[in-house]
């Protein structure tokens, strides 16, 4: 199970900090991801964190003003995000990569409106 939290309303420019809690196997063996989705758009990919945390990997439009970091000894991973703009509003979903590389598993997602 992944759920995530943390998200609202910010003004442009501001930042918002979210959770995901993430229960069921063990979390460490896991890469784990943040994705979107935006009104009348597809779910995209926003941030990527390796297993033990060593790697991360953003979209373009997000890099150098998001952070994804994982606290594994409470199953928990986050995204902070900062600077941000009315393009980032969107319903944000973590989410576990499966072996093959796929993300099949969704938790609930929390809505970010980023007004201007």
């Known amino acids: 199970q992944l759920q995530a939290s943390g998200g609202g309303l910010v003004e442009a420019g501001g930042s918002l900090t979210l959770s995901c809690a993430y229960r069921?196997?063990?979390?460490?063996?896991?890469?784990m991801a943040w994705f979107r989705q935006a009104l009348g758009k597809e779910r995209e990919f926003v941030a990527r964190?390796?297993?033990?945390?060593?790697?991360?990997n953003y979209a373009d439009s997000v890099k150098g003003r998001f952070t994804i970091s994982r606290d594994n000894a409470k199953n928990m991973f986050y995204l902070q995000m900062n600077s941000l703009k009315t393009d980032d509003t969107a319903v944000y979903y973590c989410?576990?990569?499966?072996?093959?590389?796929?993300?099949?598993?969704w938790g609930r997602g929390t809505q970010v409106t980023v007004s201007s």
């Open positions: 069921g196997r063990i979390f460490s063996q896991y890469a």
């Open positions: 964190i390796s297993a033990n945390g060593g790697i991360t």
């Open positions: 989410t576990e990569e499966a072996p093959d590389g796929g993300y099949d598993y």
